[in-house]
């Protein structure tokens, strides 16, 4: 089924007329004609009931016409999200380290928010690796990760850079790194920043 027969079904369907619809399209009425029967083949039933007023909706042709207008409604908003790039909306999600979303993304997501008020920014949390195969998998549409990330299929741009302190009582420094060995480290499970 082509989009352009569509067209034709619904300018069809809101004229009344053959003759109508084809004026207002611009085409020759044999064409309109001729569209309005392929798409009846296509289908294999009967859209339209001809009379020397013009055409009248069949029952399943009524039935259809708003799945048409619905079809042409939401092609009309894709070209608009593709032409309007100045002025994006709909969805964005975001994947992020439960660290880096609670001290890094509040600043970037209010900044991005105030640019872009009409995108909806979605946030999932969770350690790279899990990241990492949702990216790939399309369920989100990038991520704030530890790196390298070294994949084929993945760009990336580092945002900032981390900086991993030890913190110990003065009797401990003059013991380091040795003291370190002597201690037990609490760390975040396996995966959560690597």
């Known amino acids: 089924m082509e989009l352009h027969d569509l067209k034709v079904f619904l300018a069809v369907a809101e ?13 020759v009425q044999s064409n309109v004609t001729a569209r309005i029967h ?14 020397r007023r ?4 069949t029952p399943l042709g009524d039935t ?45 997501f209010t900044t991005y928010h105030n640019t872009y008020p009409n ?12 990241l990492l195969q949702a990216v ?6 990038g991520a704030f990760v530890s790196s ?5 299929d993945v760009v990336q741009e580092a945002s900032v850079q981390e900086e991993l302190v030890l913190i110990a009582n003065k ?8 003291c370190i060995q002597e201690r037990k480290l609490l760390v975040f499970r396996k995966g959560c920043s690597s």
């Open 38 to 51: 392929q798409l009846e083949s296509e289908l294999h039933t009967k859209l339209f009931y001809r009379h």
């Open 171 to 178: 009797t401990e420094t003059l013991r380091l790194p040795s």
């Open 148 to 152: 390298p990330i070294k994949h084929p």
């Open 64 to 108: 259809i016409l708003p799945y048409a207008k619905k079809i042409f409604s939401l092609c009309h908003q894709m070209q608009a999200l593709v032409q309007d790039d100045s002025n994006p909306s709909g969805p964005l999600r975001i994947g992020s380290m439960e660290t880096t979303a609670a001290i890094r993304l509040p600043k970037i």
């Open 54 to 57: 013009g055409v009248q909706l």
């Open 15 to 27: 004229e009344g007329s053959i003759t109508k619809a084809a004026q207002r399209l611009g085409y």
């Open 136 to 141: 790939l998998d399309y369920q989100i549409d």
């Open 119 to 130: 995108v909806e920014l979605v946030l999932v949390t969770g350690p790279t690796s899990d």
